[in-house]
């Protein structure tokens, strides 16, 4: 699987032209708007409210963002999922419009929140799409949830914090991104001026976690994909090609042209990455053709 899937997208996503304008990679798109959800709300599980939302129906999806960010940057994968799929989204704690308590964030902690939202929508397994945070969430749910998931397509994660490149704070791409998460952060939620300890809190988490050992990747039984993009400004590409080869039977894509926002700057590419593994991993012959 992981060769073939490395060649797949490679021929199905030629290179681009360089004279062809601003490549994706350096680009942050505007964040997208979503559908109107079939159902949400707020849960009150672990001590806070974790806002949610339903699309479609089918299969069971879990779209999990990374961190600062919130639910509406899977504007564009719902639009493309929702048709084929049951998708879920939800605002990590302290994200968006989820509350957090006074609990230190880890990931542990975040993925006991995941597992909480599928009992209070009463989803026995799912598959989980994870982006950056949102993808080492999943693999906390592969190893300590197993029986949850129908399995895990990770973008840009790391298991510990030597994956991440030692320059990511001076990129402009994400200086932009982490600015504009500021902005959202004070238009959806219920603390509007927290942004700053919002932000301190996740960069302690940062700077310590994850620390997944080893071992633990080699024990995940769970169908496994691990995605980044080309031109990642943050994880590593050493870290990356590790992960896969160290769980069993994962799969290892190298997305072209694209960087730690892939989602934004080339949805099709993204989406027909995501479709290909619910349809042929997550859920053999449940999804399109």
């Known amino acids: 699987m992981k060769q073939f899937l490395i060649l797949a997208f490679l021929v199905a996503f030629p290179l681009s032209d360089p004279l062809a304008g601003t490549p994706h990679w350096l680009e942050l798109p505007p964040t997208p708007s979503l559908p109107k959800p079939a159902e949400e ?14 699309f479609g129906r089918g299969a069971p999806v879990i779209l999990l963002h990374g961190g600062l960010a919130h639910m509406n940057y899977w504007g564009d994968q719902v639009a493309a999922l929702a048709p084929h799929y049951q998708v879920i989204l ?3 704690r302290g994200h968006g419009r989820s509350t957090r308590s006074a609990e230190p964030y880890s990931y542990e902690l975040m993925a006991s929140d995941v597992v909480s939202v599928m009992n209070a929508l009463h ?15 999943g693999l906390e749910l592969a190893i300590h949830h197993p029986d ?6 990770a973008f840009a994660a790391n298991y510990n914090p030597a994956g991440v490149k030692d320059d990511v704070d001076k990129n402009p791409t994400f200086s932009t991104y982490i600015k504009r998460c500021g902005t959202e952060y004070a238009a959806l939620s219920a ?28 024990h995940i039984g769970v ?14 590409r050493a870290q990356t090609e590790e992960m896969a080869a160290l769980i069993p039977g994962a799969g290892l894509l190298i997305l072209p042209n694209v960087s730690h926002f892939a989602m934004l700057q ?24």
């Open 41 to 54: 709300g707020m849960a009150p599980i672990n001590g806070i409210s974790v806002h949610y939302a339903v």
């Open 90 to 92: 939800m605002d990590s």
């Open 123 to 137: 989803l026995r397994r799912a598959s989980v799409v994870g982006w950056s945070d949102g993808a080492i969430i």
């Open 148 to 153: 949850r998931l129908t399995g895990v397509f």
């Open 191 to 218: 603390t509007p001026r927290g942004y700053g300890d919002f932000l301190a809190a996740i960069t302690r988490m940062w700077a310590t976690e994850p620390n997944i050992p080893p071992e633990a990747l080699r």
């Open 223 to 236: 169908p496994v994909v691990i995605a980044d993009g080309d031109h990642d400004e943050a994880i590593k």
């Open 266 to 289: 080339d949805p099709p590419q993204f989406n027909a990455a995501v479709e290909h593994f619910l349809a042929d991993v997550a859920y053999p012959g449940a999804g399109p053709r």
